[in-house]
């Protein structure tokens, strides 16, 4: 009976602290899955610790019966959504997983994730339930976050869905024949694709090991990537406000027209004009500023940069 081929993708950023045990464990798992071949594309994501090391003495070991392992090293870091998309291109599977070497991405989900794909489900979505060290900002933030995704998007999002996901071959090659942009959102991407899709919950465990690289900012930046690649509302809302302000200022005109031509007299102007010139310049800044954030992306766009740069690749 011939093997099936499952392509596990894992990016990974200074995560030299805990990489053996995320290897000791996936290996583990998956060792036990003898009716599948799996193919393990480690991305180092520019790590400027001893990671690549690491990379290289999993790829060197004695291969498992039903494990090959592949390293990439990138020329610098080029972010975590283009680490997977290096590993997506590279995979050779009949379906991806890809799946944060952290360990808040339980390698024992894996095999769940297989049974559901072979089920017919061309994507399978993890659904993170809870997250053991999430603090309550983080967690207040990625609420507000789909709130906002889902009220300024056409495609409702599943809230607190994860970049732990597995996708089929089919997913594989659209992605990599259509969705190149350089503003990236690949949770997103795959879910706005339609196909068979299932999502299984699964609880994160606290990071064993170092820290998370994702800042607050970098999580805004990933939050305005999303909401600018699914969403053109923001545009709609430089043109709400105009009208808006439009009504305002030919209401202020009217009834400064009816006091003078009742009491003959205008009202007093100062508190007047200053009112108005500063909500008429908070208004043209709020329409810039939007307006500056999508002529930024369709520049990123037009300029056509590679989205990761490969420095070695180990087979």
């Given at each position: 009976?011939?093997?099936?081929?499952?392509?596990?993708?894992?990016?990974?950023?200074?995560?030299?602290?805990?990489?053996?045990?995320?290897?000791?464990?996936?290996?583990?798992?998956?060792?036990?899955?003898?009716?599948?071949?799996?193919?393990?594309?480690?991305?180092?994501?520019?790590?400027?610790?001893?990671?690549?090391?690491?990379?290289?003495?999993?790829?060197?070991?004695?291969?498992?019966?039903?494990?090959?392992?592949?390293?990439?090293?990138?020329?610098?870091?080029?972010?975590?959504?283009?680490?997977?998309?290096?590993?997506?291109?590279?995979?050779?599977?009949?379906?991806?997983?890809?799946?944060?070497?952290?360990?808040?991405?339980?390698?024992?989900?894996?095999?769940?994730?297989?049974?559901?794909?072979?089920?017919?489900?061309?994507?399978?979505?993890?659904?993170?339930?809870?997250r053991e060290d999430s603090?309550?900002?983080?967690?207040?933030?990625?609420?507000?976050?789909?709130?906002?995704?889902?009220?300024?998007?056409?495609?409702?999002?599943?809230?607190?869905?994860?970049?732990?996901?597995?996708?089929?071959?089919?997913?594989?090659?659209?992605?990599?024949?259509?969705?190149?942009?350089?503003?990236?959102?690949?949770?997103?991407?795959?879910?706005?694709?339609?196909?068979?899709?299932?999502?299984?919950?699964?609880?994160?465990?606290?990071?064993?090991?170092?820290?998370?690289?994702?800042?607050?900012?970098?999580?805004?930046?990933?939050?305005?990537?999303?909401?600018?690649?699914?969403?053109?509302?923001?545009?709609?809302?430089?043109?709400?406000?105009?009208?808006?302000?439009?009504?305002?200022?030919?209401?202020?005109?009217?009834?400064t027209l009816y006091v003078?031509?009742?009491?003959?007299?205008?009202?007093?102007?100062?508190?007047?004009?200053?009112?108005?010139?500063?909500?008429?310049?908070?208004?043209?800044?709020?329409?810039?500023?939007?307006?500056?954030?999508?002529?930024?992306?369709?520049?990123?766009?037009?300029?056509?940069?590679?989205?990761?740069?490969?420095?070695?690749?180990?087979?």
């Amino acid at each position: 009976m011939k093997q099936q081929k499952i392509s596990i993708v894992i990016s990974l950023y200074n995560e030299m602290d805990g990489i053996h045990h995320f290897w000791t464990s996936l290996k583990e798992v998956i060792s036990e899955e003898k009716q599948v071949c799996f193919e393990l594309i480690w991305v180092n994501d520019g790590s400027i610790d001893r990671t690549q090391e690491a990379i290289d003495e999993i790829c060197e070991e004695p291969s498992v019966d039903n494990i090959k392992n592949i390293g990439i090293e990138f020329s610098k870091n080029f972010g975590h959504e283009s680490a997977m998309i290096a590993g997506i291109d590279t995979a050779s599977g009949e379906a991806v997983i890809c799946i944060d070497s952290d360990g808040q991405h339980p390698p024992e989900e894996v095999p769940k994730m297989i049974k559901i794909f072979n089920e017919g489900n061309d994507i399978v979505l993890m659904k993170r339930l809870i997250r053991e060290d999430s603090s309550y900002l983080k967690k207040q933030f990625s609420r507000f976050f789909y709130r906002v995704i889902n009220l300024l998007s056409t495609i409702k999002f599943e809230e607190n869905s994860t970049d732990f996901f597995l996708i089929s071959k089919r997913i594989k090659r659209i992605l990599k024949s259509n969705f190149r942009d350089q503003n990236r959102f690949i949770r997103g991407f795959i879910q706005s694709l339609g196909f068979s899709k299932k999502t299984l919950l699964f609880s994160a465990p606290a990071r064993q090991y170092g820290e998370s690289s994702y800042s607050y900012l970098g999580l805004l930046k990933l939050a305005f990537n999303a909401i600018f690649s699914f969403s053109n509302k923001p545009l709609r809302v430089s043109i709400v406000l105009s009208v808006i302000f439009t009504l305002f200022t030919l209401g202020m005109i009217g009834y400064t027209l009816y006091v003078y031509m009742v009491g003959n007299e205008a009202p007093s102007g100062y508190n007047t004009i200053m009112i108005f010139m500063s909500a008429s310049f908070s208004i043209l800044f709020i329409t810039l500023s939007i307006l500056s954030l999508y002529f930024e992306k369709i520049i990123q766009e037009i300029r056509k940069r590679p989205i990761y740069i490969i420095k070695q690749k180990n087979e």
